[in-house]
T-cell receptor
Framework: AQKVTQAQTEISVVEKEDVTLDCVYETRDTTYYLFWYKQPPSGELVFLIRRNSFDEQNEISGRYSWNFQKSTSSFNFTITASQVVDSAVYFCAQGTSYGKLTFGQGTILTVHP | NAGVTQTPKFRILKIGQSMTLQCTQDMNHNYMYWYRQDPGMGLKLIYYSVGAGITDKGEVPNGYNVSRSTTEDFPLRLELAAPSQTSVYFC?????????????FGSGTQLSVL
């Protein structure tokens, strides 16, 4: 069975600080997909990134970056120079087929001005 | 661009009542899903469907039923509401293959059973 663990339940930072959200997953499958979703206070789920298990290349998108390390089964998410608008719940998820995702419990990020 | 539309947005039920959460998507996606999100928790899969006429149980199906008569619609039925079903419900859809796709989520239905 799949399991996703997000080590931090809540993180509080001051604007412009860098922050890293940790995600560790467990799976026996060789092909799988990893995701990060953002859930702002409005409640909707916003897709941030998808990563395939055979592609360990890290990715940067503006202030966001993701570090995928298969050897440690981790898929960490870093926000550089955080902003108040980054305040949200962030979910890491892992899936093997057709959208049956296993989600972590979420990390509540609060960015103070 | 409607995407995935869920109705209602909020609902309060009494114990033992029944209701249907509606979900429709206009992206011609074959795959549709129902997730629930309990307070402080991640999402858990209730039911999913890989196409019209085909449904299957997810991780937490007890107390729910689904049907998929069309590609667009995937309603979730609660027959005898219980307080344990108080949650936020998300419908989602995707194309067949996650290797180049993501889940598209609706805005959620907040359900309270009192």
């Amino acid at each position: 069975a799949q399991k996703v663990t997000q080590a931090q339940t809540e993180i509080s930072v001051v604007e412009k600080e860098d922050v890293t959200l940790d995600c560790v997953y467990e799976t026996r499958d060789t092909t799988y997909y990893l995701f990060w979703y953002k859930q702002p206070p409005s409640g909707e789920l916003v897709f941030l990134i998808r990563r395939n298990s055979f592609d360990e290349q890290n990715e940067i998108s503006g202030r966001y970056s993701w570090n995928f390390q298969k050897s440690t089964s981790s898929f960490n998410f870093t926000i550089t120079a955080s902003q108040v608008v980054d305040s949200a719940v962030y979910f890491c998820a892992q899936g093997t087929s057709y959208g049956k995702l296993t989600f972590g419990q979420g990390t509540i990020l609060t960015v103070h001005p | 661009n409607a995407g995935v539309t869920q109705t209602p947005k909020f609902r309060i039920l009494k114990i033992g009542q029944s209701m249907t959460l509606q979900c429709t998507q206009d992206m011609n996606h074959n795959y549709m899903y129902w997730y629930r999100q309990d307070p402080g928790m991640g999402l858990k899969l209730i039911y999913y469907s890989v196409g019209a006429g085909i449904t299957d149980k997810g991780e937490v199906p007890n107390g729910y039923n689904v049907s998929r008569s069309t590609t667009e619609d995937f309603p979730l039925r609660l027959e005898l509401a219980a307080p344990s079903q108080t949650s936020v419900y998300f419908c989602a859809s995707s194309t067949r293959d996650l290797s180049n796709e993501k889940l598209f989520f609706g805005s959620g239905t907040q359900l309270s059973v009192l």
